[in-house]
């Protein structure tokens, strides 16, 4: 079964709006966890890094204001879309390590904006 | 210059064949290397790991050549269910990011 979760699964929004995505760790803990996303035929860029109890670390060129990461608890991070437009359509996905050569995935959030 | 790099495919093969690809990947500092397979609208999902001394798993061998810097992949006995995008993954460091490639496209024709 999975072992990270998300959701939602896909969501449609207007232009303008401000979309939430949820990050589950199901039976383990995850003080760190990985938001990427992931334009059609390329390849998953990492987003940021979402540390439980403290401020998540963005990659370069990622807005941090419009990206907002929470990781209020050891088992959920959510990445909040602000003011989402067009071009912020893309599948969203989260990841959670449990030791280095193991990495979880989440199956993925696929935003649409119209 | 990508930090990991693939050739994109599509890589076209009858059942039955074998196929292989590799990438490269540009820091040398980098420590842990995988596999991973993403099938269409999917999150990926790790094929194997790689190591320097190459490893097997039934029918998909990974080899490691730190010198030059690539990993390749084969698949031998191809079936249809391999078809699918696999991504080349460099881990820098010791915390646990991940470098993807845009990954190579296989399809296996009956």
């Known amino acids: 079964?999975?072992?990270?979760?998300q959701h939602p699964s896909w969501v449609i929004c207007k232009s303008g709006t401000s979309v939430k995505i949820e990050c589950r760790s199901l039976d383990f803990q995850a003080t760190t966890m990985f938001w990427y996303r992931q334009f059609p035929k390329q390849s998953l860029m990492l987003m940021a890094t979402s540390n439980e109890g403290s401020k998540a670390t963005y990659e370069q060129g990622v807005e941090k204001d419009k990206f907002l990461i929470n990781h209020a608890s050891l088992t959920?991070?959510?990445?909040?879309?602000t003011s989402a437009h067009p071009e912020d359509s893309s599948f969203y996905?989260?990841?959670?390590?449990?030791?280095i050569e193991t990495?979880?995935?989440?199956?993925g959030t696929r935003l649409l904006v119209l | 210059r990508k930090e990991v790099e693939q050739d994109p495919g599509p890589f076209n093969v009858p059942e039955g064949a074998t196929v292989a690809f590799n990438c490269t990947y540009s820091n040398s500092a980098s420590q842990s290397f995988f596999w991973y397979r993403q099938d269409c609208r999917k999150e990926p999902k790790l094929l194997m790991s790689v190591y320097s001394s190459g490893n097997e798993d039934g029918r998909f061998t990974a080899q490691l050549n730190r010198a030059s810097q690539y990993i390749s992949l084969l698949i031998r006995d191809s079936k249809l269910s391999d078809s699918a995008t696999y991504l080349c993954v460099v881990s820098r460091s010791n915390d646990y990011k991940l470098s993807f490639g845009a990954g190579?496209?296989?399809?296996?024709?009956?």
């Open chain 1, 1 to 5: 079964g999975a072992v990270v979760s």
């Open chain 1, 76 to 81: 959920l991070s959510t990445l909040t879309v």
């Open chain 1, 93 to 99: 996905i989260c990841s959670a390590p449990l030791g």
């Open chain 1, 103 to 107: 990495q979880y995935f989440g199956p």
């Open chain 2, 104 to 110: 190579t496209t296989v399809t296996v024709r009956a």
